[in-house]
């Protein structure tokens, strides 16, 4: 049962992922028309909270919001009390008094969505908290797979990159291991320290130990300002050894999926030639967040205003 | 008779404003409702202005609008012509162009909202101008204390901090007085000069002289760059001679109200266990500012709509 | 016929322009009203994607957007990930995978929204590229300039000031000549350089030697920083030679239009009497800006939709 937010994949099981799923294909189909609007939330009021820069997550609830007819009151860092040195806490009892209905946060602090979801009567949809999930990635990444693979039991999926610092990382992990999906983590040793294995994964050393064996590769963004700290001489030293290129895709099953959380770094973990190629998935992950969007608003606000059958 | 703007609360009567807090009391009903919305002002364009940073009123103004159903055009001083040295004038002059409905502007120039009003058609609500009003949020700590007090006529109410340089302070010491309750002032002397008896207060020395003898303590937010100016060695002093601690609320009257405008610098002009104590209305006053809102919005824009009745 | 984009007024016939202009005459109507929406567009996704600062454009675009009941989506390079070293073509792809129905940029890059116009089903609508074209500004140049001339041909029309370097003073040349009126450009030298008879205007050296002879003269704003580039001491000696002011409108017919597209250096391009005065029909040309705009996101996205005659 899904329950009042949305704070990690790490909290829901197969058949609450699956509902998920199921209600964001449901969803895709708003967007494809010429009306790309239905009156579900009318009247609902959805905040989004970004503590930390984003556009594209941002702007993917927004429109998800928007598409599902609720007003969106946008609130960033940059012009915010907390500014001011105002508590996270006191700015959330501030956004209560104006009686919400969902409250989607990311926060450089790992935890602060739970925080808010204990203390408060509204929705909390998690959108990225510190290192620890970005939980509506997750989804759409497994939405992207699942349309492809079917059944992710016993498939294979390797992530590639600075795996401990990511949330998408995470939340994929999560995910995948609870659909049944084994996963394989390759990185420089700082980026995928051995204690990750207690999240389930299987960790190898470069790309080159995982290529040849997986389903999918999801290839995550590398934070140019990691690379000093994980000693690599450079981004093209990284591209080397972690990167995808075309040589790379050749050894890799023909029918392998590539992923990528975007903003990608062209040349960097991603030949251009690869992120534009046929394997390549990166915009119908795109897509399909907006979708998985739609879908969690729906099932946490949606319900009790009768007009679900709608979408 | 409440005209086209709402510019200060020298302007009103206590008919007005008692008219004012009556509608806001429906209108904070429409927030308590699934359907958070009445269609009374769609079609009608709200615009905020603001010169000056917030986040807190610009997001109640947004949403009161957004709950009225009214198109919002957000436009504040950082991206704005302003900075290609357009005069305020010329920026109005555009606005008026594109026929809004209502302008509601903040400006570090007292008077600012004035000169709008008076060379626009449109209606012009006063979001803070310099240290001169803050109307609507006079209006909402107005609103706060009529629901718990009722009458306000003999009431005493104090104002503690730097009670010269804040426009919350003028605007609630113009309501207060129009209501027929007592304001007493209390703060460093730069911050509350001789000056201030001229509206109509009584001027005391620290809080510990008004805190056993009021309704209602209003504690105002101290800026942090004023301290200086005021000769005080430090927050923590400033904390002990004019900040509202457990210790001096304990000698205050059982059922006093506390009130501060927010943000709060917890520790400073009010400890953690006051601001989020049992006599602390601080968060009924951001939902009634949320409803005053909507009230002025209605009753400047809506009446000649017809639709007035859905609220 | 107008097809899928309005990238510059270079690729518009007159009767194209001529049928924009008639429809944005019918769109005027919209704003007047005390209910300033249709439903025209309702369900739509508008993108305005900013990568240059601008107010007047965005809102002007965001207002008729919104008062075409679109849903309208805000992007700006100042929190993209166009500062995470994304390409354009990227950011672009992530737009297209939210199946937006129009997008309008501005971009630093000449030919930017070409580009995107080429690679993606969604209008492009160009609201300025580089020193190429600002269409929608020559368009609501032309509509006021024909709603107090009538018929363009033969008409004559100054254009004064950094002709060379201005986007507005191009789309204005490529319009002006389509509908048959002689354009006389006049600025200093490296402003108004012999290429420009290209275009098909005639160069002239002064303000004087335009003012006596033409139905309109529209004052570009001048760019403080090209001053210097253009040899001249200060913008005091910019207005001696270029600025119009009282004395030199006193030698115009006294029929003339005074046009210019805003934010206005009072004092330096136009005095602050002729900037106010009863030949300036500025604050038209804004007026007509969102009326034009309503119209171009009508024509390219509202066809379809079978509600255009709610306008």
């Given at each position: 049962?899904?329950?009042?937010?949305?704070?990690?994949?790490?909290?829901?099981?197969?058949?609450?992922?699956?509902?998920?799923l199921?209600?964001a294909?449901?969803?895709?189909?708003?967007?494809?028309?010429?009306?790309?609007?239905?009156?579900?939330?009318?009247?609902?009021?959805v905040?989004?909270?970004?503590?930390?820069?984003?556009?594209?997550?941002?702007?993917?609830?927004?429109?998800?919001?928007?598409?599902?007819?609720?007003?969106?009151?946008?609130?960033?860092?940059?012009?915010?009390?907390?500014?001011?040195?105002?508590?996270?806490?006191?700015?959330?009892?501030?956004?209560d008094?104006?009686?919400?209905?969902?409250?989607?946060?990311?926060?450089?602090?790992?935890?602060?969505?739970?925080?808010?979801?204990?203390?408060?009567?509204?929705?909390?949809?998690?959108?990225?908290?510190?290192?620890?999930?970005?939980?509506?990635q997750?989804?759409?990444?497994?939405?992207?797979?699942?349309d492809?693979?079917?059944?992710?039991?016993?498939?294979r999926?390797?992530?590639?990159?600075?795996?401990?610092?990511?949330?998408?990382?995470?939340?994929?992990?999560?995910?995948l291991?609870?659909?049944?999906?084994?996963?394989?983590?390759?990185?420089?040793?700082?980026?995928?320290?051995?204690?990750?294995?207690?999240?389930?994964?299987?960790?190898?050393?470069?790309?080159?130990?995982?290529?040849?064996?997986?389903?999918?590769v999801?290839?995550?963004?590398?934070?140019?300002?990691?690379?000093?700290?994980?000693?690599?001489?450079?981004?093209r030293?990284?591209?080397?050894?972690?990167?995808?290129?075309?040589?790379?895709?050749?050894?890799?099953?023909p029918?392998?999926?590539?992923?990528?959380?975007?903003?990608?770094?062209?040349?960097?973990?991603?030949?251009?030639?690869v992120?534009?190629?046929?394997?390549?998935v990166?915009?119908?992950?795109v897509?399909?967040?907006?979708?998985?969007?739609?879908?969690?608003l729906?099932?946490?606000?949606?319900?009790?205003?009768?007009?679900?059958?709608?979408?």
């Amino acid at each position: 049962m899904i329950g009042k937010d949305i704070l990690g994949l790490r909290d829901l099981d197969a058949a609450d992922i699956h509902r998920i799923l199921d209600t964001a294909t449901r969803f895709r189909a708003v967007s494809e028309r010429a009306i790309k609007k239905v009156p579900t939330l009318r009247g609902r009021t959805v905040v989004t909270a970004f503590f930390e820069n984003s556009t594209r997550t941002r702007l993917s609830f927004d429109l998800a919001a928007k598409r599902l007819s609720a007003d969106v009151l946008g609130f960033s860092a940059s012009t915010s009390s907390t500014r001011k040195g105002e508590t996270l806490m006191d700015t959330a009892r501030n956004l209560d008094a104006l009686k919400p209905d969902a409250v989607i946060i990311r926060h450089g602090a790992a935890g602060a969505p739970h925080m808010l979801a204990r203390a408060f009567p509204w929705s909390v949809i998690n959108a990225g908290d510190g290192i620890n999930e970005h939980p509506t990635q997750g989804l759409l990444d497994l939405l992207t797979m699942r349309d492809h693979l079917g059944d992710l039991r016993g498939r294979r999926v390797a992530i590639v990159g600075d795996v401990f610092h990511s949330r998408v990382a995470r939340s994929d992990i999560f995910g995948l291991t609870k659909l049944g999906a084994r996963v394989l983590v390759a990185g420089p040793g700082t980026m995928c320290p051995p204690e990750l294995a207690e999240l389930g994964v299987e960790l190898r050393h470069t790309i080159d130990e995982v290529i040849e064996d997986v389903d999918v590769v999801m290839m995550l963004r590398i934070q140019r300002e990691r690379l000093g700290r994980a000693m690599m001489a450079s981004s093209r030293e990284y591209a080397r050894f972690y990167g995808l290129d075309l040589d790379r895709l050749r050894r890799a099953r023909p029918d392998v999926l590539v992923m990528h959380p975007g903003p990608i770094n062209r040349g960097v973990e991603l030949a251009p030639e690869v992120a534009d190629g046929e394997r390549s998935v990166i915009l119908e992950q795109v897509t399909n967040g907006l979708a998985v969007r739609m879908a969690l608003l729906y099932l946490l606000l949606g319900r009790g205003a009768g007009e679900g059958g709608d979408a």
